[in-house]
């Protein structure tokens, strides 16, 4: 792992009890997201569904709740180690989305909110790669992510030091690497925030599909 990646766990870990206390109970605020995550229930059909970048656990919660295969990977330790307290009953893994520790075609979903933010721009293709390998032919990945095209920087956050950069992104420019890396996409919408329980951002949500024959020619 280089000094970026190193810089964002580092952060997270320093931050994780603060952030789980501020966003572990946060679905009761957001029904669009839930019904998207119900949505991706059915799709998995009984599979496996993999929350990644997963923080204090709360979506991998919300899935086993309502009766999903869920368990959640995060690239820091530190919220590993708070999702794991926070839900005995749920494996968490510490891992990172450009090398996940996963089988290959081992999943039928995968859902990732606001966790692909963190990546450097240059990377998004490869993680959606990795993402297309772990996933059956045909499985689901639920994205969402803040709207924008600017790189939002925090060196402090709930008074610790941090260095993370927040990357907004564009709905348009992901659905095109998703699709350069062996997906087609199923739905497409922005929402605005729920206030005041959210950052005032745009969010999207996008719902695409592995398409089986891509996988090979993804992983070239
Ligand atoms: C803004 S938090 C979102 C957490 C949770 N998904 C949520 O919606 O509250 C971003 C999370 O992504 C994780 N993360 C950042 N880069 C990652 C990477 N390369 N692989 C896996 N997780 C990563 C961070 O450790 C952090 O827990």
């Known amino acids: 792992m280089d000094e970026y990646y190193e810089n964002t766990a580092a952060s997270y870990d320093r931050v994780a009890p603060s952030y789980a206390g501020q966003f572990l109970g946060e679905l009761a605020h957001k029904p669009l997201d839930r019904a998207l995550l119900g949505c991706l229930i059915e799709?998995?059909?009984g599979g496996c569904i993999a929350d990644i970048g997963c923080g204090?656990?709360?979506?991998?919660r919300f899935l086993r709740d309502r009766g999903a295969d869920a368990m959640g990977i995060d690239l820091s330790a530190g919220m590993v180690a708070a999702a794991r307290e926070a839900h005995p009953g749920i494996e968490f893994r510490q891992g990172s989305m450009l090398a996940l520790p996963?089988?290959?075609?081992?999943?039928?979903?995968i859902v990732c909110f606001y966790a692909i933010i963190h990546l450097r721009p240059g990377d998004i293709g490869a993680a959606f790669r990795e993402f297309q390998r772990v996933l059956t032919p045909g499985g689901y990945l639920l994205l969402a992510f803040h709207i924008g095209d600017e790189r939002v920087h925090r060196d402090e956050w709930w008074e610790r030091p941090v260095d993370l950069d927040f990357h907004l992104l564009m709905p348009e420019a992901i659905e095109t690497q998703l699709g350069e890396s062996g997906f087609g996409i199923e739905m497409s919408l922005?929402?605005?925030?729920?206030?005041?329980?959210?950052?005032?951002s745009r969010r999207a949500y996008i719902l695409a599909r592995a398409i089986p024959e891509s996988a090979e020619a993804a992983s070239r």
């Open 43 to 45: 799709l998995a059909d």
């Open 190 to 200: 922005r929402r605005r925030p729920y206030e005041p329980h959210e950052f005032p």
């Open 56 to 60: 204090p656990g709360q979506v991998a």
């Open 102 to 109: 996963l089988e290959d075609s081992s999943l039928a979903a």
